[in-house]
């Protein structure tokens, strides 16, 4: 086991001094080990604000506020269309939901309020 903290990015147990920064080999994050000591858990799942602040969460109902392109579509999703029963993920679209007549596709909360 090594005497470095692990990745806090990936878990990794890997972890290396370079100078006065810490190197995951796996995902290639670096870090200063003084300055996660005081951090946040960086695990901890952030909170997801739609464009009006409001927090969101998992079953939520939202309502998209511009016409959205959809690839492969003739036709956007347009403003004022409710989605129902969405599930947050983390990356750039970060919720996941299934809407009538396009199917299951990502949104960006930024373009959403809570209904």
Known sequence: MSEFPPCPQCGSQYAYPNDALLVCPECF?????????????????????DANGNELQNG???IVI??????GAPKPVKAGTKVKNIRLT???????????GF????L????????
């Open 29 to 49: 994050h670096e870090w200063d080990p003084a300055a996660t000591e005081t951090a946040v858990d960086e695990f901890a799942p952030a909170k997801v604000l």
């Open 60 to 62: 939520d109902s939202v």
């Open 66 to 71: 511009k016409d959205l392109p959809v690839k």
């Open 90 to 100: 983390e990356g750039d679209h970060n919720i996941d939901c299934k809407i009538e």
């Open 103 to 106: 199917g299951a596709m990502g």
């Open 108 to 115: 960006k909360s930024e373009f959403v309020r809570k209904a």
